[in-house]
């Protein structure tokens, strides 16, 4: 059974900083293209960061551009949201998602649907 396991969420302040981890290790990880989402209370789920196959090539969501980076090791299939300068509308439940892309170039959909594989989750709170 495939897991996708998230870590190293947090309650911080505001400008505060956390590297989240995405380890999936029964997956052929360089395979699958790996996004991080994330959940608000009464808000939809949302698109933070995407990576690419091969090249890591990466895509970000306006409101984190700049500030998170999303990274990949595919030696130890797993994947990394470093989230620097932290604000109050950060908080939520950070999910990571896999899908298969067979392009190393190509880059997913930032609507959370087609994503094969899903980890649980982990919360993040950000305070002033």
């Known amino acids: 059974q495939v897991q996708l396991v998230e870590s190293g969420g947090g309650s911080v302040q505001v400008g505060d900083s956390l590297r989240l981890s995405c380890v999936a290790p029964t997956l052929t990880f360089n395979n699958y293209v790996i996004s991080w989402f994330r959940q608000s209370p009464g808000k939809e789920r949302e698109f933070v960061a995407s990576i690419t196959r091969g090249f890591d090539i990466t895509k970000y969501a306006a409101s984190v551009e700049g500030r998170f980076t999303i990274s990949r090791d595919n030696s130890k299939n797993t994947a990394y949201l470093q989230m620097n300068n932290l604000k109050s509308e950060d908080t939520g439940v950070y999910s990571c998602?896999?899908?298969?892309?067979?392009?190393?170039?190509?880059?997913?959909?930032?609507?959370?649907?087609?994503?094969?594989?899903w980890g649980q989750g982990t919360q993040v709170t950000v305070s002033s």
């Open positions: 998602a896999a899908v298969f892309m067979s392009s190393l170039r190509a880059s997913p959909s930032r609507e959370p649907v087609g994503y094969r594989y």
